[in-house]
Every structure is written in C-alpha cells, then in structure tokens.
C-alpha cells in the first residue's frame, strides 16, 4: 500500500548546527516529493520539492536528497535557526491521481539557542 | 505574493449542523484540494477539485462532504451534518498544475 513515515518524531538541534529530518515511503510509483514546515495553528509551508528522477535539490539552506533505491527521502537544514523550529513533513505524489498528497506523520525539529 | 486565504478562522458548531468552510485560492491556479488534519496527526487528504469536478476523493469524503466553486474566485467545502469526529483542522490548497500546493491557514472545526 502507499504510506509515507518519518523515521525520528523529534529532532533537538543546537541553533547554528546542521538538521537532517529522515522519511521513509514505500510507494516506489511515487512521481514527487515535497517537505513542508508547519509552525503551530499554520498551515503548511512549502520548503522544497523534488522529481522522481532526480536524486537532490537544493535552495537556499536547505538540500532534499531522494534515494529510490531504500525509498528515503531527507531534508537537511544548514545552520539552523531558531524560525527553524517547526513540525517537518514530508509528502508524496503520485501523477495519476489527481494531486493527491501523502502526508507522512511529522518530525518536530526544535532548535536550542 | 500571492497566499490561499480561510475564512472562518474558527467555526464551533453543534453536532448535526451544516457548515460551509470557504476559501479564495490562489488566482491563477487550476488545481483545488481539501485537506484536514486532526489535533496532533498528520494531515489527511480529502478532495482534488479541477475543471469544476471533483478528480480524486478520499474514503473519509463520503456523502456528507461536498465542494463546489460557485464563483471564479471562491472553493467551499460544505459537511451537511457535522459529527464529533469531524472536529480538525481543514486546510484549502492550491496549485497551478499537479505539483507543488501552496496551502491557506485553516479553519479550526470544532464540533460539540
């Protein structure tokens, strides 16, 4: 079946340090992959996204690297704030079915000062 | 920049009431979805919306659920007789094509 999981449901980071948050999936038909930030009583925020055929992305501080072949996704967070602090998401679609997002169940990064 | 924008923020209503959660998405964008996410769980997918029909629907958007675009501008998701367990947040979203959703705030539902 399709699910997307998150391996760690909190991350404690020291504020300045690096932050990798981890997702597994098992739906290896999966076309797209997002990770999105939520703060507390907001939406979710779109960080990053990444194709299928591609095996990173990158933005400004944050990387996503995709490896089909153990269905991992991670995103890394360089020098991470303390507006870093939120629920992370990863999210995955599939192009046949009508935008469907899979929401995996969360990694709470919380960053120390 | 352009954002997708909920109204009510929070909507406290009785069990087996209507409500109509609204939202305006954003303005270039065809694609519509509803989203909700119960207290401390993750986010639950319930409708994409496109061309003015309903494209994908979740097992949890059954009969008592439905969207409608009634103008060029507004996506409404309307529950005919709320239940406790409807109690969530439910996020609008919207995309310009069947990638990356650009999500509203929410409106909290609360159901008593």
């Known amino acids: 079946g399709e699910s997307v999981g998150l391996h760690l449901p909190t991350l404690s980071v020291q504020e300045g340090d690096n932050s990798i948050i981890n997702c597994a999936y098992s739906?290896?038909?999966?076309?797209?992959f997002i990770w999105y930030k939520q703060e507390s009583g907001k939406g979710p925020q779109f960080i990053i996204d990444?194709?299928?055929?591609?095996d990173k992305r990158q933005g400004q501080r944050v990387t996503v690297l995709l490896n089909k072949t153990v269905k991992h996704l991670s995103l890394q967070i360089a020098a991470t704030q303390p507006g870093d602090s939120a629920v992370y998401f990863c999210a995955e679609i599939k192009d046949n079915q009508g935008g469907k997002l899979i929401f995996g169940q969360g990694t709470e990064l919380s960053v120390k000062p | 920049e352009p954002e997708v924008t909920q109204t009510p923020s929070h909507q406290v209503t009785q069990m087996g009431q209507e409500v109509i959660l609204r939202c305006v998405p954003i303005?270039?964008?065809?694609?519509f979805y509803w989203y909700r996410q119960i207290l401390g769980q993750k986010v639950e997918f319930l409708v994409s919306f496109y061309n003015n029909e309903i494209s994908e629907k979740s097992e949890i958007f059954d009969d008592q659920f439905s969207v409608e675009r009634p103008d060029g501008s507004n996506f409404t998701l309307k529950i005919r007789s709320t239940k406790l367990e409807d109690s969530a947040m439910y996020f609008c979203?919207?995309?310009?094509?069947?990638?990356?959703?650009?999500f509203g705030p929410g409106t909290r539902l609360t159901v008593l």
């Open positions: 739906n290896s038909a999966s076309d797209y």
């Open positions: 990444i194709r299928s055929n591609m």
């Open positions: 979203a919207s995309s310009p094509g069947l990638d990356t959703q650009y």
């Open positions: 303005s270039n964008h065809l694609y």
